[in-house]
Every structure is written in structure tokens, then in C-alpha cells.
């Protein structure tokens, strides 16, 4: 049974965008700060972005600061949350499988916390 699913992938040329979706089932992001990693061949599980529960407080890594925006949506009826990541300006080095999961925020550090089982990602490939 798939809790944790991310869509929204695809191949597009440098320059272009992309809006990435997680969709976690149940009540697994309720309460809970998410993120938005990525894996390449170069890097296990970097932080990409992160946004509060609440929505008010946002993260965004270095490399991707004023190209990535995060939000997010609860819906209470199913019980489920949305976490959208929309990605313009993307650059070969974005190629990589995105996937989402629970962080926390300590201080200005935002760090994977208690996780859920990961989903199978979705791949985002950039060409030159």
C-alpha cells in the first residue's frame, strides 16, 4: 500500500520548469514539517526545500534559492496533505530523483525526522 507518492517528473531542457507532488495518505504529513530531497549518482538524500506544517515558514537550499518554491495543502476531509514543489530556471545539475518525506526544523537546520517508508520518487532529467 503506497502512503507516500511523488508525480510530477519528466525531461525538459535547461531553462524550463517542472511542479513536482507529493501526496501522502492517511494522516502521515499531519503535524509534520516536509521536505523535498533528492538523490543523484553524486548525493544520498540532499534537502531541497522544506515548508511547517502551518505553511508560514519555508526553506530553501542554496542551489535552488529563488528557482524552487515549496508549498503545500491539507485536505481534512481524506485526510491527506499535498506538498508541491514547482521548479523553474532548472539546470542540469537539478537532474536527479525527487522524493518527499518528514523533517523538522532545529533552529536554521532542517533535517529528515522520524521518516516515513520512501516512495518510489519521481525523476527529473534536465538537458543541456
Known amino acids: 500500500q503506497v502512503q507516500v507518492a511523488e508525480s510530477g517528473g519528466g525531461l525538459v531542457q535547461a531553462g524550463g520548469s517542472l511542479r513536482l507532488s507529493c501526496v501522502a495518505s492517511?494522516?502521515?504529513?499531519?503535524?509534520?514539517?516536509v521536505g523535498w530531497f533528492r538523490r543523484s549518482p553524486e548525493k544520498d538524500h540532499e534537502l531541497v526545500a522544506a515548508?511547517?506544517?502551518?505553511?508560514?515558514?519555508?526553506?530553501?537550499?542554496?542551489f535552488v534559492k529563488g528557482r524552487f518554491t515549496i508549498s503545500r495543502q491539507t485536505d481534512n476531509s481524506h485526510e491527506s496533505t499535498t506538498v508541491c514543489l514547482q521548479m523553474n530556471d532548472l539546470e542540469p545539475e537539478d537532474t536527479a530523483v525527487y522524493f518527499c518525506?518528514?523533517?523538522?526544523?532545529?533552529?536554521?537546520?532542517?533535517?529528515?525526522?522520524?521518516?516515513?517508508?520512501w516512495g518510489q520518487g519521481t525523476q527529473v532529467s534536465v538537458s543541456s
Open positions: 515548508i511547517t506544517q502551518s505553511g508560514n515558514t519555508t526553506y530553501s537550499a542554496d
Open positions: 518525506n518528514r523533517v523538522r526544523r532545529f533552529g536554521d537546520h532542517w533535517v529528515l525526522f522520524d521518516p516515513v517508508a
Open positions: 492517511e494522516r502521515l504529513f499531519m503535524g509534520f514539517s
